[in-house]
T-cell receptor, first 109, second 117 residues
Framework: GEDVEQSLFLSVREGDSSVINCTYTDSSSTYLYWYKQEPGAGLQLLTYIFSNMDMKQDQRLTVLLNKKDKHLSLRIADTQTGDSAIYFCAGKGARQLTFGSGTQLTVLP | GAVVSQHPSWVICKSGTSVKIECRSLDFQATTMFWYRQFPKQSLMLMATSNEGSKATYEQGVEKDKFLINHASLTLSTLTVTSAHPEDSSFYIC?????????????FGEGSRLTVL
């Protein structure tokens, strides 16, 4: 099955850019997703990218996909304290979404 | 966007009792809902796929007699943790599909935190 891996922690200063990285193993994943989870809450879909795209931009969010290396990244520009959360990448396999372990983003003032 | 609501948000129960968690799609109909379990500081693990009007499909290693899933209507799926034990303490999250999963239309509930004493 699909394996999705992320680094566990990332700290940035307010106003800087954050880059959260993710690697996956299933090259047949047609869609790749980024979700945000705030403490004690469910998941919120931030953005997704279709596998035939290299990049997708949505306001402060930029998703980059390198299919050859099976590497996905989420860049958050001008990171704010409200962006502090856990960010999950997920890949759509044949039947289900497989989630990475999540990256805890801490934004320092 | 579409709203998925879970109830209760937080439940504490004694070991040996059963607990029911509800997942509702508030403004759309969901033929398929998903139940996940999340341990502290870990990712979500899919437990089962709930299909309206038919039996749920459980992932490998998930006991179907322990985690009873009922999807009796297009807006409600329930997860019942039977004879709960402390190791069942976890954060349970449901999600519901709007349209095709391939377009990213999957919405999550707020989660239900279960603590078994």
């Amino acid at each position: 099955g699909e394996d999705v891996e992320q680094s566990l922690f990332l700290s940035v200063r307010e106003g800087d850019s954050s880059v959260i990285n993710c690697t996956y193993t299933d090259s047949s994943s047609t869609y790749l997703y980024w979700y945000k989870q705030e403490p004690g809450a469910g998941l919120q879909l931030l953005t997704y990218i279709f596998s035939n795209m290299d990049m997708k931009q949505d306001q402060r969010l930029t998703v980059l996909l390198n299919k050859k290396d099976k590497h996905l990244s989420l860049r958050i520009a001008d990171t704010q304290t409200g962006d502090s959360a856990i960010y999950f990448c997920a890949g759509k396999g044949a039947r289900q979404l497989t989630f990475g372990s999540g990256t805890q983003l801490t934004v320092l003032p | 966007g579409a709203v998925v609501s879970q109830h209760p948000s937080w439940v504490i129960c004694k070991s040996g009792t059963s607990v029911k968690i509800e997942c509702r799609s508030l403004d759309f109909q969901a033929t398929t809902m998903f139940w996940y379990r999340q341990f502290p500081k870990q990712s979500l693990m899919l437990m089962a796929t709930s299909n309206e009007g038919s039996k749920a499909t459980y992932e490998q290693g998930v006991e179907k007699d322990k985690f009873l899933i009922n999807h009796a209507s297009l807006t409600l799926s329930t997860l019942t943790v039977t004879s709960a034990h402390p190791e069942d303490s976890s954060f349970y999250i449901c999600s519901a599909r709007v349209g095709s999963l391939g377009t990213g239309e999957l919405f999550f509930g707020e989660g239900s935190r279960l603590t078994v004493l």
